[in-house]
């Protein structure tokens, strides 16, 4: 079970988003998931195309440093931080000074030179597929991100995320498309639009990076 501080910052959305209401359950089922994979050393993986690609790198951005709380690996990554003063006593200083703790997330958008030569010699629909194939392990989330729902490639990833025991959390649109039959969790915003479901998106995945952050360094 995730902290009760960490479920009320879905409240705290909806408060500000009251539209978001019907997605209540949903948002609680993936908060609870995602925290639970960190907890059990996963790692969350995303993709998205177009403006959801940036939204992918834009996720990574908030988990792997600090977004709203300080994560000084002094305070939080203890036997890090004692072998550190080890190994690299004359760096200690400069590493805890700016070195934040993360909670593991990558984005399948950046990998330009693998897409590209997967795209070229293979199939340009699996590029997510063959990622997810190559670092998705049981236990971890694929968080993915697709207005309409119907994203062949994203389809294609969540296929091979379901081979591998890899749990997936959509984001889509208000029909939810083709990926909510294939989704653990849907959460499927009230727009119908790319531009005003995306505008629902983005304060839902703060929302997520916010809550992961509490819950694992609130003080």
Same mark, same amino acid.
């Given at each position: 079970m995730v902290k009760q501080t960490t479920l009320s910052k879905i409240e705290e959305l909806i408060n500000r988003y009251p539209a978001l209401e019907n997605c209540r359950n949903d948002l609680i089922n993936a908060v609870t998931i995602?925290?639970?994979?960190?907890?059990?050393?996963n790692k969350l993986v995303i993709c998205g195309n177009g403006g959801s690609a940036a939204d992918s790198m834009h996720i990574v951005g908030e988990l792997m440093k600090g977004f709203l709380l300080p994560r000084s690996i002094k305070d939080f990554e203890t036997d890090f931080y004692t072998k550190l003063k080890t190994e690299y006593p004359e760096d200690v200083e400069y590493f805890a000074n700016n070195l934040q703790c993360a909670l593991p997330a990558i984005s399948l958008v950046g990998e330009t030179a693998l897409m590209t030569a997967f795209a070229n010699d293979k199939s340009s629909d699996l590029i997510f597929a063959q990622q997810v194939l190559g670092i998705g392990n049981s236990g971890d989330i694929l968080l993915a991100i697709t207005t309409s729902g119907n994203s062949v490639n994203i389809l294609h990833a969540a296929k091979v995320a379901k081979l591998k025991d890899v749990k997936i959390i959509a984001l889509t649109g208000r029909t939810g498309g083709?990926?909510?039959?294939? @989704?653990?969790?849907?959460?499927?915003?009230?727009?119908?639009? @790319?531009?005003?479901i995306q505008e629902y998106h983005l304060p839902i995945y703060h929302m997520i990076c916010i809550a992961a952050e509490n819950e694992f360094y609130e003080k």
């Open positions: 995602i925290c639970d994979s960190f907890r059990s050393g083709k990926i909510k039959s294939l @989704a653990d969790i849907s959460i499927c915003v009230p727009a119908d639009s @790319a531009y005003t």
